[in-house]
């Protein structure tokens, strides 16, 4: 093996965490991908590399180690493709960095809550609990950079870290109406959001990629689980989702079958 090797899932915001430092290092062409189809159990050979674990990505290093969680990946990249570095270098830089950083976790979890809820009349809690996570980061942003639009002077290990969570949301757009409102409180975050998603290292998923894969997420089903009324999940690698129709937006009072899914 000359190159590391990383098992990952598609559109998982995890995965492309990784590919976004690689990308932003001129490195991606060093590390080899190689597709987990999240729909069936994993194979035995992967199972034996991480010893029984079945969370991705994880990192097989050139000669042989297994890395596991995708920051620790990332640090794992940082370290042996220093040049030119993401990550900050200045001490308090840096721990600045880390504590946006471990602000992720319940970002993630309240978005993904919200997009895996089943009871219409929790949508009002769960969009106030979403708004709370913004106005948090935009507090964060406006104590440490005010200026913006990024944490520090470009795109770095931080909208590493957040990017693919802004880009997953787009199935909160799409299945709960969600915005971010236009109001001053979320001004400065809007405007880290905004740069993040157009930068030219963070463009690997698209909308319409990210709300038809899912779709089962948004109907309860996670991690490529079938629903009980279907066959196939739409995080399925087949047929392809650029062919499939896109889903129906009304995720609380129908439940689309595989054929309305192009599944």
């Known amino acids: 093996m000359t190159h590391p090797t990383l098992y990952h899932i598609p559109v998982c915001p995890f995965c492309q ?13 060093e590390v080899d991908f190689r597709l987990v189809d999240i729909t069936r159990p994993r194979p035995d050979w992967l199972l034996q590399k991480t010893r029984g674990t079945t969370a991705l990505p994880v990192l097989e290093t050139a000669d042989g180690h297994i ?3 995708s920051l620790v990946i990332l640090q794992y990249l940082e370290d042996i493709y220093p040049e030119p570095p993401v990550a900050q270098c200045d001490p308090y830089r840096r721990a600045v960095e880390n504590m946006l950083t471990r ?19 929790r949508r009002d809690a769960l969009r106030e609990g979403m708004l709370k996570q913004y106005a948090q980061l935009d507090e964060f942003l406006l104590e440490h950079a005010p200026a913006g639009p990024f ?3 470009e795109f770095g290990w931080a909208e590493a ?7 997953r949301f787009w199935f909160l757009e799409y299945y709960e ?5 236009n109001d001053a409180r979320y001004a400065r975050v809007r405007q880290w959001i905004d740069a993040c998603l157009a930068h030219p290292a963070a463009q690997q998923v698209t909308k319409e990629e990210v709300v038809k894969l899912y779709y089962d997420y948004a109907k309860g089903a996670s991690n490529g689980a079938v629903l009980p009324s279907r066959r196939t999940s739409s995080m ?8 499939r129709p896109w889903p129906p937006k009304n995720k ?10 192009g599944l």
């Open 17 to 29: 965490r990784v590919e976004i430092l690689l990308s932003l290092k001129g490195r991606r062409d």
């Open 252 to 261: 609380y009072e129908h439940s689309a079958t595989d054929a309305e899914l």
């Open 161 to 167: 870290v957040f990017t693919p969570f802004f880009e």
């Open 103 to 121: 602000m992720d976790g319940e970002f993630f979890t309240q978005g993904y809550g919200w997009l895996m809820n089943q009871d219409p009349a």
């Open 67 to 69: 890395v596991k969680e």
């Open 236 to 243: 399925a690698l087949e047929p392809d989702w650029r062919i």
């Open 151 to 153: 944490l520090f002077e």
């Open 177 to 181: 109406n969600f915005e971010l409102p």
